[in-house]
């Protein structure tokens, strides 16, 4: 079976904290990606990687970074936590295609975080 | 604004009825995904439709796609109890960059014995 996996399911840390969230996925896929989730918001890209070294910011990056040093290993950093951080953390990967359009991803059991 | 919107945002059943979720978004797209969310737990793809088929099905789901009125539906049949989840349409829009897929805000589907 296919695997992405997350390190933690639940993870409590203080304000202020450096946080590492982080991802191993078994497929060989080039593309990973992070994700939070918050009630009735759906999914918002953080972050994503197409290769080794290389990320490009998503749609809400202000207080993350990421670092992808291995292919099989995307892991998500908060700097200094905020509770405005506590939410539901996805990741996910996928292969990259030749053609310009994304195929379905394979997602992780997700983490959620509380900052206190 | 979100691209992908899905309709109803709770539905509640018996099993053994039939489920029906909808998905409406904005601009044109390559291809639309529905995903399936246990509580607590990560996104399961479910099934991929692209812009130039108008139906898919797999098992006891079935997934049209209309993209004159840039919306799409989720049935599920005969459901079961174990169908209960959240489900998630996801867009990949053809302006909107490489690995840009966008997710809605879900349907939670209770579906109860």
């Known amino acids: 079976d296919v695997k992405v996996t997350q390190s933690s399911r639940y993870l409590v840390k203080r304000t202020g904290e450096k946080v590492f969230l982080e991802c191993v996925q078994d497929m060989d896929h080039e593309n990973m990606f992070w994700y939070r989730q918050d009630p009735g918001l759906g999914l918002r890209l953080i972050y994503f990687s197409y290769d080794v070294k290389m990320k490009e910011k998503g749609d809400i990056p202000e207080g993350y970074s990421v670092s992808r040093e291995k292919k099989e290993r995307f892991s998500l950093i908060l700097e200094s936590a905020s509770t405005n951080q506590t939410s539901m953390y996805l990741c996910?990967?996928?292969?990259?295609?030749?053609?310009?359009?994304?195929?379905?991803?394979?997602f992780g059991s997700g983490t959620q975080l509380s900052v206190l | 604004s979100q691209q992908g919107e899905e309709d109803p945002q709770a539905l509640s059943i018996q099993e053994g009825e039939n489920a029906t979720m909808n998905c409406s978004y904005k601009?044109?797209?390559?291809?639309l995904q529905w995903y399936r969310q246990n509580s607590g737990r990560g996104l399961v793809h479910l099934i991929l439709?692209?812009?130039?088929?108008r139906e898919k099905h797999s098992g006891r789901l079935r997934v049209t796609l209309d993209t004159s009125k840039k919306s799409s539906s989720l049935l599920i049949t005969a459901s079961r109890a174990a169908d209960t989840a959240s489900y998630f349409c996801a867009t990949d829009p053809i302006s909107g960059g490489y690995n840009k897929l966008i997710f809605g805000a879900g349907t939670r589907l209770a579906v109860h014995p």
């Open positions: 439709i692209r812009s130039n088929e």
């Open positions: 601009t044109s797209i390559n291809n």
């Open positions: 996910a990967s996928t292969h990259r295609t030749r053609q310009s359009y994304n195929e379905k991803l394979f």
